[in-house]
């Protein structure tokens, strides 16, 4: 009696079936489709130009005191739109793998390519990709908007100034590097909602917690939360006393963004789907 032996294509994927490429344009397709990735990304773009206008349409340079003019700037002012605009794609990052859970088809992206790791680097690639490119575009446009709209008796800004190149693109790349955060944060808890209020409690409420402990105290945790030190990293004119230099602000974000995704891998790893 013989035993029958399953053939090599049989008992394993076809060939290049479960690839980096082939996972990444798969997630491509999912995001890309759907229709809140168009509109998170069109608000983002549009609360970064208009707010730019908005604040420095109405910026009285002429009535400020010495201390104030000293401290103007008008590269860093142009990137108020953050505020908001980092809470957008960090969203965005979010429901990039919870829709999935939610939904329940996440098991069938698993099913189709049951290497989880590679899954959520192909989502991070794709949210990443996705969002630093909109972050740039719409940095880029929020300058140009906010130098237009400022009045004439105020001193404006030009890329070539020392400084101003350097916040414009770090002012891209900060609202990629919260979604991917927000990417891995997802993954480790799958809840949208829950995985959202961590999101808003790492931006906006985790520095109000060191408030009440003093400046001194302020100051340093200023240099490792995500939304101070993307603020202190966008200025090209005032000097914020004791902060970090701008790119080693950034290497320490990109850093919190690969613990993130790591944490979210494990998490991925470990539990059922």
């Known amino acids: 009696m013989t035993t029958a032996t399953p053939s090599r294509h049989a008992a394993g994927p076809a060939r290049g079936g479960y690839s980096f490429r082939t996972v990444a344009r798969m997630e491509w397709e999912k995001l890309r489709t759907v229709r809140s990735t168009g509109y998170i990304v069109a608000g983002f773009a549009a609360s970064m130009v208009g707010l730019a206008v908005l604040a420095l349409s109405h910026e009285n340079y002429a009535q400020l005191s010495a201390a104030d003019r000293a401290s103007f700037d008008p590269?860093?002012?142009?990137?108020?739109?953050?505020?908001?605009?980092?809470?957008?794609?960090?969203?965005?990052?979010?429901?990039?793998?919870?829709a999935e859970f939610s939904s329940g088809?996440?098991?069938?992206t698993f099913a189709a390519a049951p290497r989880r790791s590679l899954v959520l680097g192909a989502k991070a690639a794709v949210v990443g990709g996705l969002t630093l490119a909109a972050g740039e575009v719409s940095a880029f446009a929020a300058f140009a908007?906010?130098?237009?709209?400022?009045?004439?008796s105020a001193p404006h800004a030009a890329l070539g100034q020392?400084?101003?190149?350097?916040?414009?693109?770090?002012?891209?790349?900060?609202?990629?590097?919260?979604?991917?955060?927000?990417?891995?944060?997802?993954?480790?808890i799958r809840h949208t909602a829950g995985a959202i209020c961590?999101?808003?409690?790492?931006?906006?409420?985790?520095?109000?917690?060191?408030?009440?402990?003093?400046?001194?105290v302020q100051n340093v945790a200023q240099n490792f939360l995500p939304h101070p030190m993307a603020a202190t990293s966008l200025t090209a004119v005032k000097h914020v006393t004791g902060?970090?230099?701008?790119?080693?602000?950034?290497?320490?974000?990109?850093?919190?963004?690969?613990?993130?995704?790591?944490?979210?891998a494990w998490a991925l790893a470990r539990r059922d789907a």
């Open 75 to 98: 590269a860093h002012d142009c990137f108020i739109g953050l505020v908001l605009g980092q809470l957008l794609l960090g969203t965005l990052g979010v429901l990039a793998i919870t």
């Open 105 to 108: 088809m996440i098991r069938a």
């Open 145 to 152: 908007a906010g130098q237009a709209a400022l009045p004439p």
């Open 162 to 188: 020392p400084g101003v190149l350097r916040a414009v693109l770090l002012a891209g790349a900060y609202p990629a590097l919260i979604a991917l955060i927000s990417l891995g944060i997802g993954a480790f």
């Open 198 to 216: 961590a999101v808003v409690g790492l931006l906006f409420v985790l520095p109000l917690l060191f408030t009440p402990l003093g400046p001194s």
């Open 243 to 264: 902060a970090l230099p701008p790119w080693l602000t950034f290497g320490l974000l990109c850093g919190y963004a690969v613990a993130a995704l790591a944490g979210g």
